[in-house]
């Protein structure tokens, strides 16, 4: 298994790393890349959250020590010059983008700002194959399609899973050691926050249920 660990120590001070979520929605995508954040300040490196929509029950689940960017704009073109902007400007070392609409606005935006020394991390969390199954919009269907004709540009691309990865494999066979597989972070000390809490539910108190 890899580790976003073995390049944190590469990462000066004063370098910024970017994550690019569309909003604050309560679903694994979110909850993961706000755990790396969380993972990333403890180890001292500066980062920001970017979001297409400042929204969604996590908004109160962003550490006190991240500064969030918010887009304000849920339309693809507006969100793509946006980002850009915020590229162009704060220049950061690296872009952690998370979910397929971040995805797809980042990999352009790369390939737009084609001089920008930003690593670009793209995070898949879902298999797409499987996904475009059930796929009912033209945009969907021709996701593999994209995928080849973008991932290129790329620093890394991850799988949370390697049934995932090797999901990606198949639609991108080319990306060789660009491809890594890092499971979600999900060990946290809110974790064992949750696990000391009294559980009340009775077949935890009775003894009559084998649990």
């Given at each position: 298994?890899?580790?976003?660990?073995?390049?944190?120590?590469?990462?000066?001070?004063?370098?910024?790393?970017?994550?690019?979520?569309?909003?604050?929605?309560?679903?694994?995508?979110?909850?993961f890349?706000?755990?790396?954040?969380?993972?990333?300040?403890?180890?001292?490196?500066?980062?920001?959250?970017?979001?297409?929509?400042?929204?969604?029950?996590?908004?109160?689940?962003?550490?006190?020590?991240?500064?969030?960017?918010?887009?304000?704009?849920n339309?693809?073109?507006?969100?793509?010059?946006?980002?850009?902007?915020?590229?162009?400007r704060?220049?950061?070392?690296?872009?952690?983008?998370?979910?397929?609409?971040?995805?797809?606005?980042?990999?352009?935006?790369?390939?737009?700002?084609?001089?920008?020394?930003?690593?670009?991390?793209?995070?898949?969390?879902?298999?797409?194959?499987?996904?475009?199954?059930?796929?009912?919009?033209?945009?969907?269907?021709?996701?593999?399609?994209?995928?080849?004709?973008?991932?290129?540009?790329?620093?890394?691309?991850?799988?949370?899973?390697?049934?995932?990865?090797?999901?990606?494999?198949?639609?991108?066979?080319y990306?060789?050691?660009?491809?890594?597989?890092?499971?979600?972070?999900?060990?946290?000390?809110?974790?064992?926050?949750?696990?000391?809490?009294?559980?009340?539910?009775?077949?935890?108190?009775?003894?009559?249920?084998?649990?």
């Amino acid at each position: 298994m890899q580790s976003y660990e073995m390049n944190t120590e590469r990462i000066a001070n004063e370098e910024l790393v970017a994550f690019f979520i569309p909003s604050l929605a309560g679903g694994g995508g979110e909850k993961f890349t706000l755990n790396l954040i969380r993972g990333f300040i403890s180890r001292d490196i500066r980062v920001e959250l970017i979001v297409n929509s400042f929204s969604g029950p996590f908004v109160n689940a962003i550490p006190k020590d991240c500064k969030v960017v918010d887009l304000k704009s849920n339309h693809f073109f507006i969100s793509l010059f946006r980002l850009l902007k915020y590229i162009v400007r704060q220049k950061p070392y690296a872009l952690v983008s998370s979910l397929n609409h971040a995805n797809t606005i980042s990999l352009i935006a790369k390939i737009v700002a084609f001089w920008s020394r930003t690593k670009l991390i793209i995070v898949t969390h879902i298999n797409s194959s499987y996904a475009i199954k059930g796929a009912r919009s033209l945009k969907s269907k021709l996701m593999p399609v994209f995928m080849f004709l973008t991932y290129w540009v790329a620093d890394y691309v991850v799988g949370v899973s390697q049934g995932v990865t090797d999901d990606i494999k198949k639609s991108v066979p080319y990306l060789g050691s660009k491809l890594r597989t890092i499971y979600n972070p999900v060990i946290s000390p809110e974790l064992f926050e949750k696990a000391r809490e009294p559980v009340d539910h009775p077949w935890f108190i009775s003894k009559e249920h084998p649990v």
